[in-house]
């Protein structure tokens, strides 16, 4: 995730849209290195004016800079140090980091610009080698020219601050796995005893439980194909075959006797065993993972919405979903604390997943026995993925915001 990723901060607007775009520019290759010469005040850039050289590295963090008046900044940076670095430009009085761009390599250089207000700043270069390294402060002075906004600075977020939220989050897991545990014994005394309407019920609360705690699949290793193997939509790549509770789902609307589905379900009772013994051990969620899966469990469901994946057999699409919007839910509640001083749009986001919960909730009331999400009338379509986009633009700003960073160095005094 981090590789080659270039964070600059919105300016002249209050929120992160500003970095998540530079995230997606980058990815998509539509902004690209400058050449590893650094102009001393140098070089003109796209926008007309004139870069100030910044040398970057373990060693040299931060020189070719100095005082300056209030305004914009277009500032390219050059890495003359042996390996690659991130490099911040923050505001010690405060902590927040008003630049950011990560993954320098080797003798490459960057430009890009930044709208600072008066105060001090100093540039931080970070690597895996030398850790943090806080260059000389510089003084910005005076009122900012009119018309421009300065950068809003972000509080950066180190691994140690999300060790909480992730063992929180991976507590709150590991109980969802026990009661999903004790729900495929249930499932499988109900078909033992041929009870078809029993072993739906059961099946059905299993799947539910399942999908609330996608924000760890990542760390499920082998056994999330095992419960959770679904089909491709389309042609499905050679070898793939479906198992767990979608193969279970499967037999169960087949009309097949109830017991001869029992291989089946003893499968599934041996992968949600072995991943109830291995997960939060050798299975467990990096820090960095925590807020990736904020955005991406619902990432996924728009996917399959988009796909036709969700269209089961059981058409149960908007609770597949509801149980995707509170995992989404969960796996964003214990980085609460930590987002409400840093996440501007957080109100927003707030605002968003409850009115896409909203949107299901009449989805589920109108069709109780479930429903083809292919079939809804095109408003309501249209409706609930305007809503599921919605949340899905701010549950970005968490995965950006929430990307760990090394510790900054204290100022010298």
């Known amino acids: 995730m981090r590789q080659g990723k270039w964070r600059v901060l919105a300016v002249g607007v209050p929120s992160l849209a500003g970095l998540v775009a530079g995230v997606l520019l980058l990815g998509l290759g539509l902004v690209a290195a400058v050449p590893a010469v650094l ?169 539910l439980l399942y999908r609330r705690v996608g924000g760890a699949y990542g760390a499920f290793g082998r056994f999330d194909a095992a419960i959770d193997g679904r089909p491709f939509s389309g042609i499905p790549p050679p070898g793939t075959r479906t198992t767990g509770l979608p193969l279970i789902e499967e037999l169960l609307v087949s009309g097949r006797p109830p017991r001869s589905i029992l291989p089946a379900v003893d499968r599934l009772a041996a992968a949600v065993r072995g991943l109830r013994e291995h997960f939060g051990t050798d299975l467990a969620l990096a820090p960095i993972d925590l807020g990736l899966r904020t955005h991406e469990i619902l990432e996924d469901a728009d996917r399959d919405l988009a796909s036709g994946a969700l269209d089961t057999p059981s058409r149960l699409g908007p609770a597949l979903l509801t149980a995707d919007l509170a995992g989404t839910r969960a796996a964003l509640a214990p980085l609460l604390p930590l987002l409400r001083d840093r996440d501007p749009r957080l109100g927003r986001l707030t605002r968003a997943l409850a009115r896409l919960g909203a949107t299901l909730r009449q989805l589920r009331r109108a069709h109780p026995a479930g429903v083809r999400l292919a079939s809804l009338p095109r408003a309501a379509r249209e409706t609930l993925e305007a809503r599921l986009d919605g949340a899905l633009e701010l549950l970005a700003d968490v995965a950006v915001i929430t990307d760990p960073v090394q510790p900054m160095p204290e100022v010298a005094p």
């Open 39 to 207: 102009p001393a005040h140098g070089a003109s850039t796209p926008t007309g004016t004139t870069a100030t050289g910044v040398h970057v590295g373990p060693a040299d963090c931060g020189t070719g800079w100095s005082d300056s008046a209030a305004g914009r900044r277009d500032l390219t940076v050059w890495n003359d140090g042996p390996t690659a670095v991130d490099v911040y430009l923050q505001e010690p009085s405060t902590g927040r980091i008003v630049l950011d761009v990560e993954s320098l390599g080797s003798q490459a250089s960057r430009t890009t610009s930044v709208t600072l207000a008066a105060g001090t700043y100093r540039f931080v270069c970070a690597s895996t080698e030398a850790g943090s390294v806080g260059g000389p402060t510089a003084t910005v002075s005076g009122a900012l020219p009119a018309g421009q906004h300065a950068t809003a600075g972000v509080l950066p977020i180190t691994s140690a601050d999300l060790v909480g939220p992730v063992g929180r989050y991976q507590h709150w897991v590991a109980g969802h796995l026990h009661r999903l545990q004790r729900r495929v014994r249930t499932l499988r005394r109900a078909l033992a005893h041929g009870d078809h309407a029993a072993a739906v019920t059961a099946w059905w609360t299993a799947t």
